[in-house]
């Protein structure tokens, strides 16, 4: 139920109890958003055809002289970046070779994944056929191996042609500076430099000869697979607590804020709490169910003690509230003349005002109308009566001249008592039940 910008409360939302109040007054339809998100969530299931899901495992390992800038973290303790090499087995390479392989045009979509401090891919395919979700698991991991070893080996072969071109180039002038050598004449200084520069090339190509048979030597292990792919028994998709947590916890935003938003636009007042929470005035007496014994007398004192001057303006929302009430006298001595807005001078003689709401019959906006139009003539508000089918309902009597009366109010119970003498009573009528003696 959404506020009167006219009356000034705190607004809903304030506090968490403020949310679980207004939770539990829309509690059906709460529950019943819950209960069809849960609900939707099954039926998708059912009709979200079964998917398997099939995994091979594969051990990778290092190929040829590593390079540097592979950093080791508390993730990735190995050489290798485990994670550049899942990437490289989602490639579209590999997935043509898998495809290749398996005779087909475009296989499943594969996920790889890396288990923390490991070196070992796990490289899954999801498909509608177990056999078929198996047989390409193991398609990729073959393929991806075959793309690691050849990636390696043009790597290795690209290096051996480098260091043998180098070394070809070294030895070109190992013989050039021989050659020179012969033609200078010996102890002098240009032969001590061509003697230096030959040991200097020397020695660069014992390295670089020792760099080629390590590169020929080399032995080129991509990885293994450690765990073939088998046909998965169950399917791993749809899942019951997926699907049935995904449904529930939809329901519950969606009831929440279907919640929020019909207590914002409805501003019917069903309860008491309502036109305090609504409307922002205390209610003085709530007759909407069993009364207790004294409680008529209880609302006559609080009208009576609330009121700051000697006449009080009684109004019913709707008008028509007290329209079937019937009379009974109730013993209450009060300097109180009421007024029912009937005379024309009734506002202008107002001291303060008593508003009668039926609960159930009218909404925020008319008491906020009606606060309004009170205020405009200066008349405050002692407080609200809140009832449904048997309400008080105030009879203005004639003021007389030494005293002050005051009228009639109507409400359900049988409180008969004789009426003071010195002062005109405040009367209590109520609502006759079918069956009940007049």
Known sequence: ????????????????????????RRWLLLVGCVVFGGTAGLALMRLTPPAYTATTQVHVMPVGPQEPGNQVTARQRESLNLDTEAQVAQSAVVAAR???????GVPEPVEVSVPPNSAVLWISVTAADPAVSAAQSHAYADAYLVHRRESALAALTEQQQAVLAKLKQVNAGIEAAIRELGRLPKGGPEHEIALQRRSL?????????LKYDALRTVAVT?????????????????SLPLHLGT?????LLAGSAAAYARDRLDTRLRTAADVERLTGLPVLADLSGPREPGELHELACAVVAACPGKRLLVKALPADLCSSALAEPLTVSAPLSVLDGSDVRDLA????????VGLGRVGAEQVAAAVRRLGRHEIPIIGVVAATDAVPSFVPLPEPRQHTPLGKLVATGEFGVSVSAETTPMQVLRQTRPGQPT
């Open 1 to 24: 139920m959404s506020q009167s910008p006219d009356v000034q409360v705190r607004r809903p939302g304030a506090d968490l109890d403020e949310h679980l109040s207004l939770l539990r």
């Open 98 to 104: 898998a495809a290749r392989t398996l005779g087909i």
């Open 201 to 209: 090339l020397n020695r660069q190509a014992a390295s670089l000869t």
């Open 222 to 238: 991509p990885g293994a697979i450690i765990s073939r792919a088998a046909p998965p028994a169950a399917p791993s998709s749809p």
């Open 247 to 251: 449904g529930l916890m939809a329901g």
């Open 349 to 356: 003689r107002a001291d303060a005002t008593l508003l009668l």
